[in-house]
């Protein structure tokens, strides 16, 4: 999907509260939706890789699959609750 970015953030410094709400509302629903979703392919054992905050990227094993997060055991560096949508599958 093309948007024009600069029209969006135009439209919203432009909007009432009431709209601002109603976007807000929207907004969320679309993450869960993207959450939840990055979590259907995923299973305990599957091999995936993930970037941390510090840019360091890590490799480990599915250990549980909750609604919009997946507990992700990396070995020496530990067990990460990660954000399904930032796993990569490998």
Do not use: C, H, P
């Amino acid at each position: 999907m093309v948007v024009d970015m600069n029209a969006v953030v135009n439209e919203i410094r432009n909007a009432s509260s009431d709209e601002l709400n109603y976007m807000i509302e929207e907004i969320k629903l679309r993450r869960n939706y993207i959450a939840r979703n990055a979590t259907r392919g995923l299973r305990n054992g599957t091999q995936v890789q993930f970037t941390g905050r510090g840019g360091q990227t890590f490799t480990g094993v599915v250990t549980k699959v909750n609604a919009k997060t997946v507990k992700v055991d990396t070995g020496q560096t530990g067990i990460w609750k990660v954000t399904a949508s930032m796993l990569t599958e490998i």
